[in-house]
């Protein structure tokens, strides 16, 4: 599907008022869209210590470590885990549906 497709179904699905809808695309396919694109390159190419090898690469409390990287399959548990504070709500379904889904894979 090409991204303007894409766009459009999203849009739809999540009911977002026409006119955001509009102002969003034009925004991301326009100077400033490009303007935001580039600045966003510019904080990649600059990351420390460890300068990123590929993309997506994770940044936590904007360092950037090759270790870090191993939690790409698993970041939302990683995250979840690494929260000082209270839990977010989002973790607790989280952990919960992992749960159910490992209690369904014992039983069969």
């Known amino acids: 599907m090409d991204p303007d497709a894409a766009f459009l179904l999203c849009s739809k699905k999540k009911k977002l ?5 509009i102002a969003i695309y034009k925004c991301a396919n326009g100077v400033e869209g490009d ?19 590929f ?4 940044l936590i409390n904007d360092l950037s470590t090759a270790q870090l990287q ?7 548990n990683f995250l979840c885990d690494w929260h000082r504070g209270s839990v977010p709500k989002g973790c607790a379904e989280f952990t919960n549906l992992f749960k159910q889904r490992k209690n369904l894979q014992f039983k069969k």
């Open 17 to 21: 008022d026409q006119t955001l809808s």
């Open 70 to 76: 191993i939690y790409q399959n698993g970041l939302f």
């Open 35 to 53: 303007l935001i694109q580039l600045q966003m390159a510019e904080i990649t190419e600059n990351v420390k210590p460890h300068p990123h090898y």
């Open 55 to 58: 993309v997506p690469w994770i």
